[in-house]
């Protein structure tokens, strides 16, 4: 679950939460939180970078929304951009799965 017990939401640094963390193509994060005051959209390097939704960005607003990690970057932000700024976005490099045993 993204962000841990606290979800995603604006008073944790979810830059911070991902690091030490591996994560792998094929994962799935869950991203829990108030969909009243948030959102998540699944963007592109300049999405992220700008905090702003990029054109095809995939918008979710459900408040419990499961994402499938693809292999590399991964980019994640809350669509209001003061949100964003303020540390709501996150870059994720998921890796190849570590091969079955």
Same mark, same amino acid.
């Given at each position: ?6 979800? /995603?939401? %604006? ?5 911070? /939460?991902? #690091? *030490? #963390?591996?994560?792998? $193509? ?6 829990? @939180?108030?969909? =009243? =005051?948030?959102?998540? $959209? +699944? +963007?592109? &390097?300049?999405?992220?970078? %700008?905090?702003?939704?990029?054109? *095809?960005?995939?918008?979710?607003? %459900?408040?419990?929304?499961?994402? &499938? ?5 991964? @980019?994640?932000?809350?669509? +209001?951009?003061?949100?964003?700024? $303020? ?12 091969? %079955? +045993?």
């Amino acid at each position: 679950m993204v962000g841990d017990e606290g979800g /995603w939401d %604006s008073g944790l640094d979810m830059e911070g /939460w991902t #690091k *030490g #963390k591996n994560f792998h $193509a094929g994962d799935f994060l869950v991203f829990t @939180y108030d969909n =009243q =005051q948030f959102d998540v $959209a +699944v +963007v592109n &390097q300049t999405g992220h970078d %700008s905090c702003t939704p990029n054109e *095809g960005a995939k918008v979710l607003n %459900s408040g419990n929304d499961k994402i &499938q990690l693809a292999l590399g970057a991964n @980019y994640f932000i809350d669509t +209001v951009a003061d949100v964003c700024a $303020a540390g709501m976005k996150m870059a994720i490099n998921a890796t190849a799965p570590p091969p %079955s +045993v």
